[in-house]
C-alpha cells in the first residue's frame, strides 16, 4: 500500500485535497482525521504539518507527499521533487522598510535577517558568502523589523498585500519561485505505486489547462478551422447528417478559448461548444 503525506492545515491544505479527490482518491470526512485507507485504490494518506512531510518522506517512513518546493529545501531533509502540481505558487523574498531600509542584496552583510525558513535563507546565505545572522520565526515575520529584532526578512510572498501592509517593499532578485510539489525520498528508488499517483495528479493538472471544443463548419472551412483548432494530435472531424458540413473537435488550452472561437466564428464556424474536461491521460 503506498503511504501518502497530505498536508492537514495552511495554504497548501485545500487545494492539495481538491487535486486528490479530483485524481479519484477518498475525502477525508472531518478536518481532525489523522489518516485515512483507501483500500480501493490501495493509498493510505497520513494528514501532517506540510513543514514536516519532507522529514517524513526523507527518511522513507512516507513513500511520496505533497509539500512546497520552499518547505522541502528548508528542511533540508533527503528528499527531492518529482513532480511540480501548479498550485500554492509564491516567490521567496527578501523585504525591507521602504524608507531608509537595506535596498539591495549587496548591503545585507552584518544585517540581522528575520524568516520563518532559517534553513533556505541560510544555505542562500551561505553560498553567496554573506555574513549576515538568520533570527528563525515561526510567521507573522513582516512585523520583525518594526519590532526591532531583524533589519530584513525573507519570507513568501504572493500578491505583496502583507509587505505593504507592514510597509516594506522586497529587494534584489526572489530566492525562490516555489510552488506545490510532489517529493519522494532522495537515496532510493520510488515506491511502484508513486508511477500511478502522478500520472492522475498530471491527469488532473492538464483536465484543468484544457477545456474541449465542439462545432460544425461547412466542408470547405475544414482546413482553415482545423489550422485554428490543431489539437494534441489532430482535431477528430466527423460528417454530418447534411453532407456540406463537419463536425469538429479538439482540445484548446482554457486561456486561449474566447480568441478560439473569435476565430472560429470568423472561418465559418456555427454551434460552437465549449465543455469542461474532468480527468485525461495523454
Ligand atoms: N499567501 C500564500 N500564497 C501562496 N502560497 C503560500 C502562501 N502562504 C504560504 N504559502 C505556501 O504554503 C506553504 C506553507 O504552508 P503552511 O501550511 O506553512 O502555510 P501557512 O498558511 O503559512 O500555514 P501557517 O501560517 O498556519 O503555519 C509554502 O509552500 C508557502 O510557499
Ligand atoms: O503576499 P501576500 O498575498 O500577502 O501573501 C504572503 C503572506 O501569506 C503568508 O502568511 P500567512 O497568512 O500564512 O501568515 P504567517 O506569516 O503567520 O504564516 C506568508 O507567510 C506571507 O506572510
Ligand atoms: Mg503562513
Redesign the pocket.
Known amino acids: 500500500m503506498l503511504r501518502v503525506a497530505v498536508p492537514n492545515k495552511?495554504?497548501l491544505s485545500e487545494a492539495a485535497h481538491e487535486i486528490l479527490a479530483e485524481s479519484g482518491y477518498r475525502r477525508r470526512r472531518d478536518p481532525k482525521q489523522l489518516r485515512l485507507v483507501d483500500a480501493d485504490n490501495d493509498v493510505e494518506l497520513f494528514f501532517l504539518r506540510p513543514r514536516d512531510i519532507a522529514v517524513y518522506v526523507g527518511s522513507g517512513t512516507l513513500d511520496v507527499g505533497i509539500t512546497g518546493r520552499d518547505l522541502l529545501i528548508d528542511s533540508g531533509a533527503p528528499a527531492r521533487e518529482l513532480l511540480p502540481l501548479g498550485f500554492a505558487r509564491?516567490t521567496f523574498r527578501f523585504a525591507a522598510p521602504v524608507d531608509g531600509g537595506v535596498a539591495s542584496t549587496d548591503a545585507l552583510g552584518g544585517t540581522r535577517v528575520a524568516a520563518?525558513y532559517p534553513g533556505l535563507v541560510r544555505a542562500w546565505l551561505d553560498e553567496r558568502g554573506v555574513d549576515a545572522t538568520v533570527v528563525g520565526l515561526?510567521?507573522?515575520?513582516?512585523s520583525a523589523v518594526q519590532l526591532g529584532i531583524a533589519d530584513v526578512i525573507a519570507?513568501?510572498?504572493?500578491?505583496?498585500?502583507?509587505?505593504?501592509?507592514a510597509g516594506l517593499q522586497v529587494f534584489g532578485e526572489p530566492l525562490l519561485e516555489s510552488e506545490a510539489v510532489l517529493v519522494v525520498p532522495a537515496d532510493r528508488d520510488p515506491h511502484p505505486g508513486v508511477d500511478v499517483l502522478a500520472r492522475r495528479l498530471t491527469g488532473v493538472m492538464t483536465a484543468r489547462r484544457y477545456v474541449l471544443i465542439d462545432y460544425d463548419v461547412r466542408n470547405e472551412h475544414v482546413e482553415a478551422a482545423a489550422a485554428v483548432t490543431p489539437g494534441l494530435e489532430s482535431p477528430t472531424v466527423s460528417p454530418l447528417h447534411d453532407s456540406g458540413w463537419s463536425a469538429v473537435r479538439a482540445m484548446v488550452p482554457r486561456a486561449d478559448t474566447n480568441a478560439v472561437m473569435d476565430e472560429l466564428w470568423e472561418v465559418g464556424a456555427r454551434a460552437i461548444l465549449v465543455t469542461e474536461i474532468h480527468a485525461c491521460r495523454l
Open positions: 495552511g495554504a509564491s520563518a515561526d510567521g507573522a515575520v513582516e519570507d513568501v510572498v504572493e500578491t505583496g498585500t502583507t509587505l505593504r501592509q
